[in-house]
């Protein structure tokens, strides 16, 4: 556990969060540093508009650039990127995004476990990923597939999610390293 | 689960024995899609669907077709539409004739969109659209015209939000639990496969659009697309992709003018 928790080798940060994130996720954004060590991928389930508002609101309260993907774009440290809505967001090997329009999966595009598993292919043991608040059992497999690739399984503490069903499927069915609350999660990010 | 290797091998399988080049497909997303149709089949090992794929070319026909994404619907991003609407088909209506290319049309549901803006524009009878897929088994749905009921009330309301000002039904005639447009829609198409990998260009167009696609190809196969199309489009005309695609990744963006924050181009 006390090597897993040396951030030092950390590339990469995805958080997935559905029912009750949002506020979880603004929280995290507004008090990340600016000059981050890891590249910060944010998969959150929404409604098919194809609003980039949630984009700007997550960009006025961040130091740090937040961008919403665009196909192809690259994984880059310091930045933190949001998936847009109605595409599932995957890592090529090369570092760089790549967007997948197919069915959705756990009823949701973009799916937090597709986003998981495809970082745990690209990124093997430097990611870590964070599951939050959420009605749906979404982001529990791409947990399993984080784990088997050695990267660091985190999910918020249940007691403090909005919606715990989602954090409660994961711990039990997932080896989660790490339970956090929100002020938890900003000092990892901030530590890397 | 199927490893990069193999994934290799069975592109390779294709390309020698079929002539399907996949080469250039995003690794990341050609992958899930291959481990998605290896499990959905049950094949007990990467051995046993390699050898199906080999020597069964019915089964290469449902490969294609599940390796391949072809989710689509009508008037999808109504605010594309709803540019194309005002900008783009004004412009190239003063044309004599109209030319549009939609590559990698799916199931067709984008080309009667573009015919019901194309009619609500007085222009249909003077356009002809060309309408290609690499997948023989969704065009010959797009061919039809015929599309799911269920789906209307979110495609009439993407046509309302698209700008549309007709009542949406009536441009379809429904029977059970699916509608038919009206032929005079499919009267100025023209369906045909066409694979943007090694396929060439065979008309030139005012307007093309290829949404949604070019995500499937990593960048090298990307630019090479954007090659093609730059060959088919005379100076002037359009160029759209989908929502989040972009030509910032290709030596050709400089020869283009980006319409504001829309994902259409317009040659120089
Ligand atoms: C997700 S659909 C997009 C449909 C529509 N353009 C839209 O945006 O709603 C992608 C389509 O690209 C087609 N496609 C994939 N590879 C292709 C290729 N090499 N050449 C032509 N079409 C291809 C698929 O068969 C599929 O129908």
Known sequence: MEEKLDMSSTEIIVIGGSSGSLDVVLKIISSVKKDIAVALVIVLHRKTTTDSALSELLAIRSVAPVKEVEDKDPVLAGNIYLAPSDYHLLFEKKHIFSLDDSEKINYSRPSIDVTFESAAEAYGATVSAILLSGSNADGTEGLLAIHAQGGVTIVQDPETAGFPYMPQQAILNAPVDYQMNVSEMIEYINNK | MIQDEEVEVLINDLFELYGYDFTGYSKASIKRRINRLFILDSFPSFAEFRYRLKFDSTYLKRFVEEITVNVTEMFRDPLFYKTLREEVIPTIGTKPFIRIWHA????????????????????????????TDINPNVLEKARKGIFPLSQMKQYSENYILSGGKQDFSSYYTANYDRVKFDESFASRMIFSTHNLVCDNSFNEFDLILCRNVLIYFDVPLQNRVFELFDASLSNLSYLALGSKETMKFSGMSNHYRQLGKEKIWRKN
């Open chain 2, 104 to 131: 990698g049309c799916s199931s067709g549901e984008e080309v009667f969109s573009m015919a019901v803006l194309l009619h609500e524009a007085n222009l249909l009878h003077k356009s002809l659209i060309y309408a």
